[in-house]
T-cell receptor, first 115, second 113 residues
Framework: DAGVTQSPTHLIKTRGQQVTLRCSPK?????VSWYQQALGQGPQFIFQ???????QRGNFPDRFSGHQFPNYSSELNVNALLLGDSALYLC??????????????FGSGTRLTVV | DAKTTQPNSMESNEEEPVHLPCNHS???????IHWYRQLPSQGPEYVIH???SNVNNRMASLAIAEDRKSSTLILHRATLRDAAVYYC??????????????FGQGTILTVHP
């Protein structure tokens, strides 16, 4: 059973560019969340998608946007990249109907470097 | 979000038990206690969760204080593969923080052979 799949695994972009990261959730999961993890820090919540809608959002600027497709996969888009956007971007999937009595499954992340 | 406090780091020897503490004195009645761990170069991995009663699974045990203001993750026999950052997280039923996990700094566990 495949877990959460993220692509690409590594990416180098230039300041001001735009980037799209992709995530396929674990089979049977319908909810996707995105996290940003700077070096040496814990992951920070960006937003969560359910039923193709953004359900919750963390403290991130509008440059960060996302999308969820009918097959539950998701994209994270970041516009006007800054050096500070360099981080590991993690995707986590879950099944909303299970509520809190359930753990999230994380992917291995996309390492984004902005130069 | 209710806050958790964990030691920055802990050390253990292989095949010995490890007790990782977490304080959450402002926990509310609807907060679940979740533990995740993150191995080097990987995403976080769900370990265990509980609400009021102690919990056991194949990875670990979770001991929850009677007043729920603290909890302890127990690895019964540490292996080198258990070396990771361990995060204690509170998840609240309902409200605006429902969906997200709020990670702190976690505890870096070092396991010596």
């Amino acid at each position: 059973d495949a877990g959460v799949t993220q692509s690409p695994t590594h990416l180098i972009k230039t300041r001001g560019q735009q980037v799209t990261l992709r995530c396929s959730p674990k089979s049977g999961h319908d909810t996707v969340s995105w996290y940003q993890q700077a070096l040496g820090q814990g992951p920070q919540f960006i937003f969560q998608y359910y039923e193709e809608e953004e359900r919750q959002r963390g403290n991130f600027p509008d440059r960060f946007s996302g999308h969820q497709f009918p097959n539950y996969s998701s994209e994270l888009n970041v516009n006007a990249l800054l050096l500070g956007d360099s981080a590991l971007y993690l995707c986590a999937s879950s099944l909303t109907s299970r509520g809190l009595d359930y753990g999230y499954t994380f992917g291995s992340g996309t390492r984004l470097t902005v130069v | 979000d209710a806050k958790t406090t964990q030691p920055n780091s802990m050390e253990s020897n292989e095949e010995e038990p490890v007790h990782l503490p977490c304080n959450h004195s402002t926990i509310s009645g609807t907060d679940y206690i979740h533990w995740y761990r993150q191995l080097p170069s990987q995403g976080p991995e769900y370990v265990i969760h509980g609400l009021t009663s102690n919990v056991n699974n194949r990875m670990a045990s979770l001991a929850i204080a009677e007043d729920r203001k603290s909890s302890t993750l127990i690895l019964h026999r540490a292996t080198l593969r258990d070396a990771a950052v361990y995060y204690c997280i509170l998840r609240r039923a309902g409200g605006t923080s429902y969906g997200k996990l709020t990670f702190g700094q976690g505890t870096i566990l070092t396991v010596h052979p």
